[in-house]
């Protein structure tokens, strides 16, 4: 990951090639921040918190996991683990 001056954009960040080592980057206030991968366990619960929100969500609502986020329109990308 190259080192980056000023706060970084949403599309600037989106132009930085993908990540295909023991971590992932966000972009988080305008800085771009590693995060560790998930391990298997990780996985597990992140599955049965979806099963439980497809429940209650039914027909009137989508359950989704590893979904990117803006939290911040112009500084801030996120992954939520289940949304």
């Known amino acids: 990951m190259a080192a980056t ?9 989106r132009q930085m090639p993908e ?12 800085e771009v921040v590693p995060v560790t991968r998930p391990k ?8 049965k918190l979806r099963q ?3 429940v209650h ?3 009137q609502g989508i359950v989704e996991t590893e979904f990117a986020f803006r939290a911040i329109p ?3 990308l996120r992954v939520a683990d289940v949304a």
């Open 5 to 13: 001056t000023g706060l970084m954009t949403v599309e600037q960040f």
């Open 19 to 30: 990540d295909g080592g023991a971590v992932y980057h966000e972009l988080r206030h305008g």
């Open 40 to 47: 298997f366990k990780h996985h597990r619960i992140q599955r």
């Open 52 to 54: 439980l929100l497809e």
């Open 57 to 59: 969500a039914g027909e």
């Open 74 to 76: 112009e500084y801030e």
